[in-house]
T-cell receptor, first 113, second 112 residues
Framework: GDSVTQMEGPVTLSEEAFLTINCTYTATGYPSLFWYVQYPGEGLQLLLKATKADDKGSNKGFEATYRKETTSFHLEKGSVQVSDSAVYFC????????????FGTGTSLTVIP | NAGVTQTPKFRVLKTGQSMTLLCAQDMNHEYMYWYRQDPGMGLRLIHY???????AKGEVPDGYNVSRLKKQNFLLGLESAAPSQTSVYFCASSRDWGETQYFGPGTRLLVL
């Protein structure tokens, strides 16, 4: 079935370090891919999305490119800030199951000054 | 604009007790969802609703019931709580199926 696998956490980085959080997916057809972020004490918020192969989603300095050949949607940011500390969820929306969402397990990021 | 709110934020139950989790949204969304999140697992869909008065089963519906009597509210009920229902519960809403979902802050439930 459709699923999303993202890298285990927690991840701890120093401020201004480069961030990569890996996400790979399994799906039939052509899913849409998403990154959600959950800040402490808040609900999940959409961070960025991509709806077709080679699309790049970007927001708040974060980027992710939909790679069909490697079935990946890795999240990157060139210089993280303390305010980026949060839990990040990769997700896909599968067309073959009526656009149902499937979420990864979440990756906790802590950025230290 | 409150978005999606959930009540309560945290609750402890004994096995066999019942409770209702309340989700409210002020965005006039048609679709609402209940998910649970467990350690090492992604969010899993429990039930969802495609409009006032409708409900449907998701991936893990057993042990839960839901109701959508008003468009803005989506209730999740546990009739007889079990330790396996210890989890964090998230409510979400969207304008249409497949569109961006907006999430509440979550309810942490511990069943002893």
């Amino acid at each position: 079935g459709d699923s999303v696998t993202q890298m285990e956490g927690p991840v701890t980085l120093s401020e201004e370090a480069f961030l990569t959080i890996n996400c790979t997916y399994t799906a039939t057809g052509y899913p849409s891919l998403f990154w959600y972020v959950q800040y402490p004490g808040e609900g999940l918020q959409l961070l960025l999305k991509a709806t077709k192969a080679d699309d790049k989603g970007s927001n708040k300095g974060f980027e992710a490119t939909y790679r069909k050949e490697t079935t990946s949607f890795h999240l990157e940011k060139g210089s993280v800030q303390v305010s980026d500390s949060a839990v990040y969820f990769c997700a896909l929306m599968a067309q073959n199951t009526g656009n149902q969402f499937y979420f990864g397990t979440g990756t906790s990021l802590t950025v230290i000054p | 604009n409150a978005g999606v709110t959930q009540t309560p934020k945290f609750r402890v139950l004994k096995t066999g007790q019942s409770m209702t989790l309340l989700c409210a949204q002020d965005m006039n969304h048609e679709y609402m969802y209940w998910y649970r999140q467990d350690p090492g697992m992604g969010l899993r869909l429990i039930h969802y609703s495609v409009g006032e008065g409708t409900t449907a089963k998701g991936e893990v519906p057993d042990g839960y019931n839901v109701s959508r009597l008003k468009k803005q509210n989506f209730l999740l009920g546990l009739e007889s709580a079990a330790p396996s229902q210890t989890s964090v519960y998230f409510c979400a809403s969207s304008r249409d199926w497949g569109e961006t979902q907006y999430f509440g802050p979550g309810t942490r439930l511990l069943v002893l």
